[in-house]
């Protein structure tokens, strides 16, 4: 399935490549490509030196060669001048043989010069090259890292950036938990002064509920009417009693009190409703 398998090469390199720009740092890169350069010219400055090494080893060979062209002609002109013709013709040839061997080797030497040349004219053109890249490379380094201290910066102030947006999302969750604790605070102080919650910690709560609670007050403002009511009918027939006396009387002959105080609170003019 040729498509599938496109589709999927498709998709992995567009993820690889996703990744590789994610993780891509120009100045990293600018440098990484700065050092490949230099490199190059190191290698360019390499092969210079051996291309001049080779011309001259050749240019020494040459002028062996030439040294023994030389001796050759010296001894072809004494072979000759002794009557030894043949001796002198043998000379004269591996002159010509080693002559030769000069003509190649002067051609060899131009074009080592020649490759010379062009490969110190290269290494020229790279220096130059390699120059205007370095100056071009901090230039562009400074630029990336002015932006990318601006956006940062940016980030910062508006908010938008990675870090700065866990930092919003963390101040919006503790504003919601103050703002949920706050209301449940009111809402427990709400109810507790509507009596919702009962006092656990009361001596004298005894257990009771709010309709127990209700009845007992009522109870109690019934005694308090009572008892009024008696301190005004004696005070109208003149005869008060101190809570002390009325004590002793009851615990000493109930009864004879009982019928002593009926009659005068029967007797007795009924109180003024001023105050009521």
């Not at 110190?120 to 100056?135: C, G, H, I, N, Y």
């Amino acid at each position: 399935m040729p498509g599938l398998s496109g589709r999927m090469s498709t998709v992995v390199k567009s993820k690889i490549s996703r990744l590789l720009d994610k993780a891509e740092d120009p100045s990293e890169t600018l440098d990484y490509s700065y050092q490949k350069q230099i490199e190059l010219l190191q290698n360019v400055k390499k092969g210079i030196a051996d291309v001049v090494t080779s011309k001259k080893r050749l240019q020494l060979q040459e002028e062996k060669l030439k040294q023994q062209m030389v001796k050759l002609d010296t001894q072809a002109r004494q072979a000759l001048a002794a009557g030894q013709e043949d001796l002198a013709r043998t000379a004269l040839e591996r002159k010509n043989v080693i002559q030769t061997e000069l003509q190649s080797l002067d051609a060899q030497i131009a074009q080592l010069e020649q490759q010379q040349e062009q490969m110190t004219d290269s290494e020229q053109k790279l220096r130059a090259k390699l120059e205007q890249f370095r100056s071009k490379k901090e230039v562009i380094k400074a630029q990336y890292s002015a932006a990318e201290a601006q956006v940062k910066i940016s980030e910062a102030a508006t908010g938008v950036g990675e870090e700065m947006a866990d930092v919003g999302l963390a101040m919006q969750r503790a504003m919601d938990k103050t703002e949920n604790m706050k209301a449940r605070a009111d809402a427990v102080q709400e109810l507790e002064a509507a009596g919702t919650f009962d006092d656990l910690t009361s001596l004298d709560s005894g257990g009771q509920d709010d309709i127990d609670r209700q009845l007992a007050q009522l109870s109690s403002s019934s005694e308090v009417d009572s008892d009024l009511a008696r301190m005004k009918a004696e005070l109208a027939s003149g005869q008060p009693s101190s809570a002390g006396e009325l004590g002793a009387g009851a615990g000493s002959d109930g009864e004879s009190a009982t019928a002593t105080e009926a009659p005068a609170a029967a007797d007795a003019p009924a109180p003024e409703e001023s105050g009521q």
